[in-house]
């Protein structure tokens, strides 16, 4: 476990892969812009996940930047969401992804009670936040990028099947990601 010198648990782990992962993303021309794709993406995530919450998540070195997102209220893009409202932009400490993103491997929540580390996210008491679900995003090489994860307000037994899916649709999409590279039009829509 790591510790702030003051000897509080860091809740959000150390990403030493931030630099690098930002000018990946800048390279593949993701994660500073919001893409109707990404959006269609998330809001099939959701339908398939039966959750209220499913996002494509972007991680640099201060925030998450929610490029693909489904949320119970629609997200004004041009306005700060109103207190307990997911926006496009939360910082890194905040939420769950950090961790799939640090750790390059899925991470299930099923009822984040039960995890004093996880319990403690403010996104618990701000959002109601009590399920996660999510699973890196990754390129060709196996370098992580993002995450794509669905959350809920009450615990989910996500079980195999749910973290069998929420892999299958991450690689379903680093998949689109590797043909637009691929085809070397960057600014193509996914």
Request: glycine share 8%; charged share 30%; proline share 8%.
């Amino acid at each position: 476990m790591t510790y702030e010198a003051t000897g509080r648990l860091l809740l959000t782990p150390v990403d030493k892969e931030a630099p690098a992962r930002v000018r990946r993303l800048r390279e593949l021309g993701l994660g500073e812009r919001c893409e109707p794709g990404l959006d269609a993406f998330a809001d099939r995530l959701a339908r398939v996940m039966d959750a209220p919450y499913a996002m494509v998540n972007f991680i640099d070195e201060e925030r998450q930047f929610f490029a693909g997102l489904h949320a119970p209220t629609p997200v004004d893009e041009d306005a700060e969401p109103p207190a307990g409202a997911l926006g496009r932009h939360m910082a890194r400490e905040r939420g769950y992804c950090p961790h799939v993103v640090v750790r390059g491997k899925a991470l299930v929540l099923e009822d984040v009670s039960d995890y004093p580390r996880f319990a403690g996210n403010p996104v618990v008491d701000e959002m109601g936040i009590r399920s996660y679900l999510g699973a890196p995003l990754t390129d060709r090489a196996g370098f992580v990028l993002g995450t794509v994860c669905v959350a809920d307000v009450r615990p989910r037994p996500w079980g195999r099947a749910g973290l069998d899916t929420i892999k299958a649709m991450a690689a379903e999409l680093a998949e689109h990601v590797r043909r637009r590279e691929d085809d070397g039009d960057l600014a193509a829509p996914l």
